[in-house]
């Protein structure tokens, strides 16, 4: 264990979030870029997610609604499903969307739309 615990608190946190799904994932990054991924761990889920400001599930809708905005589809799949993983109502995540589509354009809707289309078939 490090000597602040927080590698090992991002590693609960992001088990806790993405469940056995998120473990390949976290790997291949690990492989590829070892320094990122520790900062990644450490940074985004040992301090970042340690956070008591807000429940996870509302973290999860504020990470959807900037990930539809930017258009960022993959990585919207990758938190529907830790959305779903951590009780959200899928109706929740069928709501940002639609707020999205107002405020950020269609495209990026139907970007996010087409990402809950793999994670549905997915689950």
């Not at 976290?26 to 807000?54: N, T």
């Not at 599930?57 to 830790?82: P, Y």
């Not at 940002?96 to 078939?121: D, E, F, S, W």
Request: net charge negative.
């Amino acid at each position: 264990m490090t000597s602040d615990g927080i590698f090992e608190k991002g590693m609960a946190n992001r088990t806790k979030v993405f469940g056995a799904m998120g473990e390949d994932r976290r790997k291949r990054y690990e492989d590829a870029c070892p320094d990122f991924a520790r900062f990644m761990m450490e940074s985004v889920y040992g301090e970042l997610y340690e956070r008591k400001g807000i429940s996870d599930q509302n973290r999860e809708r504020v990470i959807l609604a900037i990930l539809c905005t930017l258009g960022r589809d993959r990585e919207f799949e990758h938190h529907a499903h830790a959305a779903l993983n951590l009780g959200m109502p899928r109706e929740d995540i069928e709501e940002i969307i639609m707020v999205c589509a107002y405020y950020a354009g269609g495209p990026n809707a139907l970007g996010a739309t087409k990402a809950m289309i793999n994670v549905i078939q997915e689950r």
